[in-house]
């Protein structure tokens, strides 16, 4: 099978999701492709403005709000797909997330042009209600999760066994990364009742361990699914995505240690940035071994 074979199973496969997808995962697939642009637009103006990149008014958070919520939306549309459940049930907690991803962008975005900070902004009314219902809206997002990570640990529409373990992986890891931006906005409102400022420091300690478990969702099941296209059988398929599951785990746990005794990444102790180093090198090593194995097919 040559590269472009092969790249064009692939993008049929991906071409599936969308024809044979619901209404609601088509929807879903469009507002994550609005939510990203919107991130790539607010950084652009960042940059070109010469704007601070640091600080609850910068234009970084609604950056990052908007490419991280585009790229999640359309991640979680795609695993979801792997997990049996009846269509009005994904229907309405993809319908539920969707939402839920809107208005947090949004409200953030609206924040950031106003010039006033997006969480722990109780000035005004309107600054009450915005904080409000950015709470409500990862309450939302909570439960969703939930039901789809106890969803991944049923029944998977694929039975291959690498594939149900990059998704329940991805999905437990999620919600770690959920559970930490929930102690974030805790910290923080506990904070600001000393002082405003605390508040988003003490929250933003633990940016670092809410960022990147939050992503495993996306990379371990990609793993496991371009496996799929390889000629390799199963069992070894199982052991790459293992070795990029152990990876992320341990790269996971040393930036939640770092961020809870708030150690900066490049201030580490040599033990903790070895770990680091081993845990990155092993998801790499998994992705560049999947690289490899398509590549092999290619040629074959």
Request: charged fraction near 10%; aromatic fraction near 8%.
């Amino acid at each position: 099978m040559s590269i472009t074979a092969q790249l064009g199973s692939m993008g049929r496969t991906l071409r599936r999701s969308w024809t044979d997808g619901l209404r609601v995962e088509r929807f879903a697939y469009v507002v994550s492709a609005v939510l990203f642009a919107s991130g790539l637009v607010h950084l652009a103006v960042l940059v070109i403005s010469g704007g601070t990149w640091t600080g609850p008014l910068s234009l970084r958070k609604p950056t990052t709000f908007g490419l991280s919520f585009g790229l999640t939306l359309a991640t979680l549309t795609w695993a979801t797909s792997f997990l049996r459940l009846r269509p009005r049930i994904r229907a309405t907690l993809l319908g539920a997330f969707t939402a839920a991803s809107i208005a947090e962008v949004t409200l953030v975005s609206t924040q950031a042009w106003r010039g006033v900070p997006s969480h722990f902004n109780f000035e005004t009314g309107l600054d009450t209600v915005i904080t409000a219902t950015l709470a409500a809206g990862g309450g939302v997002i909570v439960v969703t999760v939930t039901a789809w990570t106890i969803a991944a640990f049923g029944a998977v529409a694929d039975a291959r066994p690498s594939i149900r373990l990059a998704l329940r992986f991805g999905f437990v890891a999620l919600l770690v990364a959920l559970g930490i931006g929930a102690a974030m906005i805790a910290t923080g409102t506990v904070a600001r009742a000393t002082d405003p400022q605390v508040a988003y420091t003490t929250a933003g300690a633990l940016k670092p361990a809410h960022a990147v478990p939050m992503h495993a969702i996306l990379v371990v099941p990609a793993v496991a699914w371009l496996l799929t296209f390889t000629r390799w059988p199963e069992r070894l398929r199982l052991r790459i995505v293992r070795l990029c599951v152990a990876g992320y785990t341990l790269l996971t746990a040393v930036v939640v240690v770092e961020s809870v005794a708030d150690i900066p990444p490049l201030a580490a102790p040599p033990v903790a940035t070895l770990a680091s180093i081993l845990g990155l090198g092993a998801v790499l090593a998994a992705g560049a071994v999947t690289l490899y194995g398509l590549l092999r097919r290619a040629h074959q």
